[in-house]
């Protein structure tokens, strides 16, 4: 099986759950695991906030339920559920090894940004961090898909949804930057 096929097979099973996810997310009944350890998903709920905290303008990863659609996802997915395990294992194995014996949820909040300021650049890569790096890369990349996804991350963004309108204008800030950029202009 082809890299290619492997992504699109999880493609398809994200999409999928996508859904699914939906309607079991708008229920009011907290959310319990369903793939991962209450311990994975602990530290996969503290990445998650770190990732796209609650500010000002939004309620965050934890609130739009970032942490929840990943093990959900999970659960669909073997593939998937193999590269979290095996990250979050790695990030607690790292921190363990750097911070006395603490994994990262034990560890201090200024040691958790620390750690994940080495793991969160291309820059820093070595053979040590190198797995670190790739899983931190897709973490941030689900947790980013899985906010901006949910109601709280479409409201922050201003997506008023798939909707009919009686007139659309393209804006004019578009048409110049379009125009600008054109080989016609």
């Known amino acids: 099986m082809s890299d290619q096929h492997t992504r699109r097979d999880l493609l398809r099973t994200i999409s999928a759950s996508l ?6 997310a708008a229920q009011s009944a907290p959310y319990h695991p369903k ?5 994975e998903f602990a530290t ?5 906030d770190l990732i796209i905290p609650a500010d000002d303008r ?5 609130a739009a339920g970032a942490a929840d659609f990943i093990d959900f996802l999970c659960a669909a997915s073997d593939d998937m559920k193999d590269i979290y395990t095996g990250g979050l294992a790695w990030i607690d194995e790292q921190m363990h090894h750097r911070h006395d014996g603490k994994d990262f949820l034990a560890a201090s909040p200024a040691d958790q940004t620390a750690f994940l300021d080495l793991i969160a650049y291309r820059k820093n890569a ?3 961090l190198n797995p670190g790096i790739e899983f931190f890369a ?4 689900m947790v980013a898909d899985a906010y901006y996804t949910s109601p709280i991350g479409m409201k922050e963004l201003g997506y008023m949804g798939n909707s009919a309108m009686a007139e659309f204008h393209v804006p004019k800030e578009a ?3 379009a125009l600008k950029r054109s080989p016609l202009a």
Request: no cysteine; hydrophobic share 50%; proline share 3%.
């Open 19 to 24: 859904a699914a996810w939906r309607t079991l």
């Open 35 to 39: 793939a991962l350890t209450e311990h």
């Open 44 to 48: 996969l709920r503290r990445l998650a």
């Open 58 to 62: 939004s309620l965050g990863a934890l």
């Open 126 to 128: 070595s053979p040590e």
């Open 138 to 141: 897709w973490l941030r990349r």
């Open 175 to 177: 048409v110049e930057y």
